[in-house]
């Protein structure tokens, strides 16, 4: 199936650290959407993007919609400890793509962990 | 609270012994969804339903089973566990679509 290739697979911050990380693919997305997971729960939703070159924040984050809309990113700014945990992409293709209004597709996840 | 609550949160099973995972949700959503979350593969949809008694398979839908018989629930069916179905598995919720699916916490499975 369709995948979404997400970098940096990990990386480790200190605290008031800017932080980005971004999520690209070979086919067009009409919907990219960041998720955040703490350990022991599911992921939960940060943000939502629904046409390219939108950009929209929550808070510290701040994510587009890539011009292309082959590609996604999200950055957090000024990084507190709460901010560990694993960020996923997850985007949903256009219908004349194969995609349908249930299919949503993940990423592999961004690992944060505090540096040591 | 609105939530999507599953059931187990943790089960040890045999290979072989047909088992079933609850979901449910209070918010009067239209879609849900199954995923499987593995170490280095992330989340993969394994079905969804975008209503009662309309579901479709997602990207591993090998070896299980759903049905959407009342809107709040959707269960997940192993009528046949193997050991490769051993997994993190989240149940999705959404009132439009894939726009937002709200996640329950999980059922780790094992299966031996």
């Known amino acids: 199936g369709q995948q979404l290739n997400q970098s940096p697979q990990s990386m480790f911050i200190q605290e008031g650290e800017d932080v980005s990380m971004n999520c690209t693919s070979s086919s067009i997305f009409n919907t990219w959407l960041w998720y955040k997971q703490d350990p022991g729960e599911g992921p939960v939703l940060l943000i939502a993007?629904?046409?390219?070159?939108e950009l929209t924040s929550n808070g510290r984050l701040t994510a587009q919609f890539g011009i292309t809309r082959k590609d996604s990113f999200l950055n957090i700014s000024a990084s507190i400890p709460s901010d560990v945990g694993i960020y996923f992409c997850a985007g949903q293709l256009p219908i004349l793509y194969g995609g349908s209004q249930g299919n949503l597709i993940f990423g592999k996840g961004t690992k944060l962990s505090v540096k040591p | 609270e609105a939530q999507v609550t599953q059931n187990p949160r943790y089960l040890i099973t045999v290979t072989g012994k047909k088992l079933t995972v609850t979901c449910s949700q209070n918010m009067n959503h239209e879609y849900m969804s199954w995923y499987r979350q593995d170490p280095g593969l992330g989340l993969r949809q394994i079905y969804y339903s975008m209503n009662v008694e309309v579901t479709d398979k997602g990207d591993v839908p090998e070896g299980y089973k759903v049905s959407r018989k009342e809107k709040r629930n959707f269960p997940l069916i192993l009528e046949s566990p193997s050991p490769n179905q051993t997994s993190l598995y989240f149940c999705?919720?959404?009132?439009?679509?894939?726009?937002?699916?709200?996640f329950g916490s999980g059922t780790r499975l094992t299966v031996v």
């Open positions: 999705a919720s959404s009132f439009r679509g894939a726009r937002g699916y709200t």
């Open positions: 993007l629904y046409k390219a070159g």
